[in-house]
Each structure stands twice: as structure tokens, then as C-alpha cells.
């Protein structure tokens, strides 16, 4: 089941590289608080993810290496006095070894913790992407599209697309935990070694199973059927002030402010930009050298949010290039 489950994961990077290599120098808006911060590459954004279902992989890996311990041969609790060879047996049936100890071999269920909790975490990847989405195909954001092949209509509605898939994918989370935590409370108060309590273990795993590979699969199909709004994420972009922290580096790296006067000398703009009702590229150098008297027009290209997002060409920033050479590192793993 694991490796079935790292298999759907690698279909989905691969999705998510495609769409990334589609949309480099796709520029919308990162945020904090759901609030315009700084602009990012939509290819970005979307490698972020692919971080994330890589540690989902690593935890389900780490999980096969400790699932490794054969339990055939410790009998009911105590061993056998059958003149058996566990470490034969371990071999043939592709362990590595055999487990150490009889008792705990019988009362352990923490191989099946790790399944949910790994399952868990996953889902929990899988909803927050679902939950941004779902936020971003809303008319108030609207900057993506989902085709009609994965919305549902409204009973009574006749315009509504809805993102039901993507709000099925978030509800299931919820199943997923509540299995982890059926499991923890099966375990919390037994005594060493076997109880009937135990035997809920299956339901509860083979559940949890179904349910990631499910929702693995529908995410994968939504993906392949999104399209970014690129000129509506543009304009978002270009709003709130989304250049005002280049600004402030800039103020650093060619006028030698400490950034304190810097940040403040920002702050002075923009509420300036604000009582005119202008974006910061509205602004004339005129305007600029009013309130900072040093400035040329040099700096009016950083008010650009396309140079903004190529500006930050650090590792693991959000420059073009550096999304390229991230999206080349993973088709080649």
C-alpha cells in the first residue's frame, strides 16, 4: 500500500511540474494573511507543493524501513520451543531481520500509527492545496479556472460551478485524522500484550488507504484541468503595494540607509500613493523625490512586479531561473 501510495504521489509532481514549466513568468501575488506580501511565479507557488509531497514520500519510506522486522515465530506472545530459524524465515520472506522481542511483536501497533499519521499529514497537504484553490476559483478572487470536468452544478442554480471535488478532497481530510485518532485511543490504555481492541486496526488502516489513494487521484485530475487567469493574477499583483518591501531594498542596496530608515522612508510612499489613490508605478519621480529627495528614476523600475519576482534570485527564491533549474532538478529525480 505504500508504495502505491508514493507511485500516485509521483503522478502528481509530475503534474505539477507540467503545469509549472507552462507558467513561469506567470506572475501573481504570494500572500500573508491572505493579504497581497510579494510577487511570486504561479510556477512557484505550485513547486511549493511539490516539497511537500516529496516529505510525504520520505515519510512513508522511512515507514517501509522500520516495517521491516519479520514477526513470524514469536507464536501467541512468549516464542516457541519448536526448533525454528527466525532469521532464515525473515530472509526468505524478504525482511531484514526478525523482530527482537516476542511480547512487543504481539502488542504493537506502532507501524500502523505511522501509516495513519503519514496518510494524515499527506491529507493534510492534499486539503490545504484544495482549500487555496477553492479560494482562488471564488468570483471574488477569480484567478483560475477549473473545466466543467471537475465542477458540479447547483439543484437550483443554473450559472453555478462549483468546486466540489476540491471541497471533497478538504472534507476527507477530516475522515483521515479521525482515524489517527481512533487509533491512538484504541492503544492509550492496553495493558502489554494482545487485546480484542487490536483487531480495529484493519478497518481503520484499510480505510485510510482507500481514502488517501482516492483523494491522490482526484487531485491529480483537478490539476490537469486548471488554468491560471494570468492577466487577472497580474493585476492582483500589481496592487496593495506589492512592491513596497523592493522598495525599501532598494533604499539598502543603492543609498546605503540603514533599513529601519528605509522601511520608514516606504511607509512614507505608500501612504502618500494611498491619499492619491495611485499604485506605487503611478507615481512620478516627481512625486517620489518629495518625499526622498535622493531617488532618480533609476528606481522606478523596481515598481515593476515582474522585476520584483526576478529580483530574488537567491536559493530557493522565486526568480525564473531558479524555478527552471528547480523544475529540471525534479524531471531528472
Request: glycine share 4%.
Amino acid at each position: 500500500a505504500t508504495k502505491e501510495i508514493n507511485k500516485n504521489l509521483d503522478n502528481i509532481i509530475k503534474t505539477i511540474l507540467k503545469i509549472s514549466e507552462k507558467n513561469i513568468e506567470v506572475v501573481m501575488p504570494g500572500f500573508t494573511h491572505l493579504k497581497n506580501a510579494q510577487a511570486v511565479s504561479f510556477a512557484h507557488y505550485l513547486m511549493s507543493y511539490v516539497e511537500m509531497f516529496i516529505r510525504d514520500k520520505k515519510r512513508f519510506s522511512y515507514n517501509l524501513e522500520s516495517l521491516s522486522e519479520c514477526p513470524l515465530g514469536v507464536a501467541a506472545l512468549t516464542g516457541t520451543s519448536f526448533n525454528i530459524d527466525r532469521n532464515f524465515t525473515s530472509k526468505k520472506l524478504g525482511f531484514k531481520k526478525p523482530t527482537n522481542n516476542s511480547i512487543d511483536t504481539v502488542a504493537d501497533r506502532d507501524f500502523v500509527l505511522d501509516f495513519l499519521y503519514s496518510a494524515s499529514v499527506c491529507s493534510m497537504h492534499i486539503s490545504r492545496i484544495a482549500e487555496e484553490l477553492i479560494i482562488w476559483n471564488s468570483d471574488g478572487f477569480n484567478l483560475i479556472n477549473l473545466s466543467d470536468k471537475v465542477v458540479t452544478g447547483s439543484s437550483i442554480m443554473p450559472q453555478k460551478k462549483n468546486p466540489d471535488l476540491l471541497e471533497y478532497l478538504r472534507g476527507k481530510t477530516g475522515t483521515t485524522y479521525g482515524n489517527l485518532f481512533s487509533m491512538l485511543t484504541i492503544l492509550k490504555g492496553l495493558p502489554l500484550s494482545y487485546f480484542k481492541d487490536l483487531q480495529d486496526d484493519k478497518e481503520i488502516l484499510f480505510k485510510s488507504n482507500e481514502v488517501l489513494n482516492n483523494c491522490i487521484a482526484i487531485l491529480d485530475e483537478v490539476l490537469k484541468n486548471l488554468k491560471p487567469n494570468k492577466q487577472q493574477m497580474l493585476d492582483l499583483a500589481n496592487s496593495g503595494y506589492i512592491t513596497a518591501t523592493d522598495l525599501a531594498d532598494y533604499l539598502v542596496k543603492n543609498h546605503s540607509m540603514p533599513f529601519r530608515r528605509a522601511y520608514q522612508t516606504t511607509a512614507a510612499i505608500v501612504n502618500f500613493a494611498e491619499k492619491k489613490k495611485k499604485r506605487l508605478n503611478e507615481l512620478s519621480i516627481e512625486e517620489l523625490k518629495k518625499i526622498e529627495p535622493k531617488l532618480t528614476t533609476d528606481v522606478l523600475k523596481i515598481f515593476s512586479a515582474k522585476n520584483s519576482v526576478n529580483s530574488k534570485k537567491s536559493y530557493g527564491g522565486t526568480s525564473f531561473d531558479n524555478i527552471k533549474k528547480m523544475i529540471m532538478k525534479y524531471k531528472k529525480t
